[in-house]
């Protein structure tokens, strides 16, 4: 009982509930699509302002560690918000997923990969995301979409910290150089990211389903 005053008192039911549906179809769109777009001809939409932008191996620190920070705590300080807020929320992340679903499909995209050398933490953690991580489902960016709607729920946390939200979206900022820094996505990802976010927000504030 204690633990479950706890999980209450940290977020309420409702939260969780938003919560445990937005990772759930976050994985299921991101893995999940796989098994059906893996044998699909893959295009490569990387440009010459792309491949002008440096190979940085330090940037997987933000890629990998940042990106997760921001995106848990987060959703945790907007999910506990009130139930309309949480909802919203949840919404606008599965509609911009589902339209992120699509282009997977219709439109499979791909991009080369440097050569990762040295032997330091950062070329390590290069080499192993690399590995863990297939060169597909890259249009539009799951990582930009997740610190995009991050940013800009922010202000939707009534009772965030004041340094939450000038961190938020410094921390946002980072996340986009770290896709394109890792050389994981293009300039074209992030855009087709920010642009299924708004349209999950803009569906999401005006179909009242499930606010009641």
């Known amino acids: 009982m204690k633990i479950v005053k706890k999980l209450y008192n ?3 039911p409702y939260g969780w509930i938003c919560a445990i549906l937005m990772t759930s179809w976050n994985f299921l769109i991101y893995f999940g699509s796989r098994v059906f777009t893996t044998g699909l001809y893959h295009h490569d939409i990387e440009t010459d302002l792309d491949r002008a932008l440096p190979f940085i ?6 890629y990998i560690f940042g990106s997760y920070a921001q995106w848990i705590y987060g959703y945790y300080l907007v999910l506990r918000e009130d139930r309309v807020t949480a909802v919203r929320v949840a919404k606008a992340e599965i509609i911009a997923e589902i339209i ?21 933490i950062f070329a390590n ?15 539009p960016s799951v990582h ?22 000038p961190a938020t979206i410094i921390m946002s900022v980072l996340v986009f150089l770290s896709t394109f820094f ?4 293009v300039l074209a990802d992030f855009v087709g990211a920010v642009i299924c ?13 499930f606010e009641k």
């Not at 191996?57 to 933000?62: D, G, R």
């Not at 930009?144 to 939200?165: G, L, N």
């Not at 976010?197 to 179909?207: A, D």
Request: with cysteine.
């Open 57 to 62: 191996p330090a940037f997987v620190i933000i």
């Open 197 to 209: 976010v708004e349209i999950g927000l803009f569906i999401s504030r005006r179909v009242k389903w």
């Open 10 to 12: 940290a977020m309420p």
């Open 100 to 120: 992120c679903l699509v282009c997977f499909f219709v439109y499979p995209t791909t991009m080369g990969r440097p050569e990762v050398v040295g032997d330091d």
């Open 144 to 165: 930009c979409i997740e610190s995009y709607m991050i940013m800009r729920t922010c202000f939707w946390a009534k009772t965030a910290p004041k340094w939450y939200k």
């Open 125 to 139: 953690l290069m080499r192993w995301l690399y590995d863990t991580d297939a060169s597909d489902n890259l249009f």
């Open 182 to 185: 890792c050389k994981q996505h």
